[in-house]
């Protein structure tokens, strides 16, 4: 299933927002699967669905759902068949814009991790991120801790977008500090938001990918 459903997702990568980074590397084809994801999540969280977002997510229709991953990718597109682009506009508005205020939810780690927005998490993240060669671009004003710059950063480390890439420990690194200790729950709470339709199953797929992100992780480092 990895391998047929990388392939629907082979397009996906956030439409604007991402760090600057060089082309990506050959990598093994189960690593290609979850930078095709991570690329998946950072595309509908960094921006409102484009017309040509949808229409690659209604080829997540033809997935074949063996996994409860699986299953949340054929049910996003599923919905994407049904979904006009100004709806889905719409409900990313009333998701997310307005922040700290009139988004029902605020997809940064500062405000899952103190309840306020540009505080040590985004320094921290900062540092980090200095550290391992990362600029942002100029072309989203969202702070680095947005969950969908955040998945970005995630696909550039596997793909080794970020000068020579990062291997599994530095990934691992990344992962347990700025996305582990507080991801899962916004996907939750996405995935059971009011304003929550075509996202949903963005929620839902955010969350059984995390755990298994993080599951994974912990046995490398066991």
């Known amino acids: 299933m990895e391998a047929e459903t990388a392939r629907e997702t082979e ?3 956030s439409e604007t927002g991402q760090p600057n980074h060089r082309p990506a590397m050959e990598i093994a084809e189960e690593d290609a699967f979850r930078a095709q994801i991570y690329g998946l ?15 690659i997510l209604c080829g997540l229709n033809d997935v074949e759902a063996d996994t409860d991953l699986s299953k949340a990718l054929k049910g996003l597109g599923e919905l994407a068949m049904r979904t006009p682009q100004a709806l889905a506009e719409d409900e990313y508005s009333a998701l997310f814009y307005g922040m700290g205020s009139g988004g029902e939810l605020h997809p940064y780690a500062s405000y899952y991790l103190t309840g306020f927005v540009y505080e040590k998490p985004l320094a921290d993240l900062r540092r980090d991120m200095t550290e391992l060669g990362i600029e942002p671009s100029d072309l989203n004003d969202e702070p680095e801790d947005h969950i969908g710059f955040l998945m970005e950063v995630m696909h550039g480390l596997i793909t080794g977008r970020f000068g020579d890439g990062a291997d599994t420990e530095r990934q691992r690194d990344f992962f347990m ?17 009011e304003n929550a ?7 839902t797929l955010g969350k059984l990918f995390m755990t298994l992100e993080e599951e994974a992780f912990e046995m490398i480092a066991a």
Request: aromatic fraction near 10%; avoid cysteine.
């Open 41 to 55: 999540l950072s595309r509908v969280l960094v921006l409102p669905m484009s017309v040509e977002t949808l229409a």
């Open 177 to 193: 500090r700025h996305i582990a200790p507080w991801a899962t729950l916004l996907f939750k709470d996405l995935e059971k938001a």
């Open 11 to 13: 397009k996906f990568g």
């Open 197 to 203: 339709k075509i996202y949903m199953p963005v929620g």
